[in-house]
């Protein structure tokens, strides 16, 4: 599903280059569960955005199911962006004025999928995270630990083939945190290929598989 192939990124600060990515080489198969591990500055979340269509590589190759991404226009990542990929950030990134299903909703406007259709999604989406039940609330209505579970049901209802996380239980509680890695355990049991970014190694280690990254290189792959 995901290959990259001697990947480098490379950006100028400061008069310098820094190499963000250097020749990263990484699978994921589908049905996976991979946590991608490093400390702040490592590299990982340039390598999450280039897994996720949000930027592009330099140098070397990202293939995804099996076409190499390079290929494709601004225009076509964002259609793969919305129709392949199910993003869950950090922060959530919910939008305060709208309800927990209007906010699971937007992904389908911008696909333009029928209002009867729309409405049978988002409801199986929220009943996926369960929290039908908050369906009408909005954002600041909602725990931490909700919040994250609306977000991820909005990854959820285009029905993606990829969820790609970036440290979502950063901003809860270590309980709640808990409760939504074990979420995206239940989500991977339902055939989701997910990958995790996270500094937090306890974190990573709740995947089937992590991935380290150092200084922009992968540099050990172990079996959890």
């Known amino acids: 599903m995901i290959e990259f192939r001697d990947v480098s990124k490379i ?21 996976e569960f991979v946590s991608i591990v490093g400390p702040s500055g490592s590299g ?12 592009v590589a330099d140098s070397g190759e990202y293939i995804l199911d099996g076409l190499s991404i390079d290929r494709y226009s601004d225009r076509e990542l964002a259609h793969i962006r919305n129709d392949k990929i199910g993003f869950v950030f950090q922060n959530f990134n919910l939008l305060s004025r709208l309800t927990a299903e209007a906010n699971v909703e937007l992904p389908l406007i911008y696909q333009r999928i029928t209002m009867g259709e729309r409405k049978k999604l988002v409801t199986e989406a929220l009943e996926r995270v369960d929290l039908i039940d908050r369906r009408k609330h909005k954002p600041f209505e909602l725990s931490g630990g909700q919040q994250q579970r609306v977000a991820i049901a909005r990854a959820l209802v285009t029905k993606p083939s ?4 970036d440290e979502p239980t950063g901003n809860l509680d270590s309980k709640t945190g808990a409760e939504i890695i074990e979420l995206f355990h239940e989500l991977h049991k339902a055939g989701n290929t997910i990958v995790l970014i996270t500094h937090n190694p ?3 280690k709740t995947a089937d598989r992590m991935v380290h990254i150092l200084d922009g290189k992968v540099y050990e792959e172990a079996i959890s």
């Open 11 to 31: 950006y100028h600060v400061g008069g310098q280059e820094v190499r963000a990515l250097d020749e990263a080489s990484l699978a994921i198969r589908e049905g």
């Open 44 to 55: 990982k979340t340039t390598m999450m955005n280039i897994i996720g269509c949000l930027d």
């Open 162 to 165: 990829l969820l790609l996380a």
């Open 202 to 204: 306890d974190v990573a």
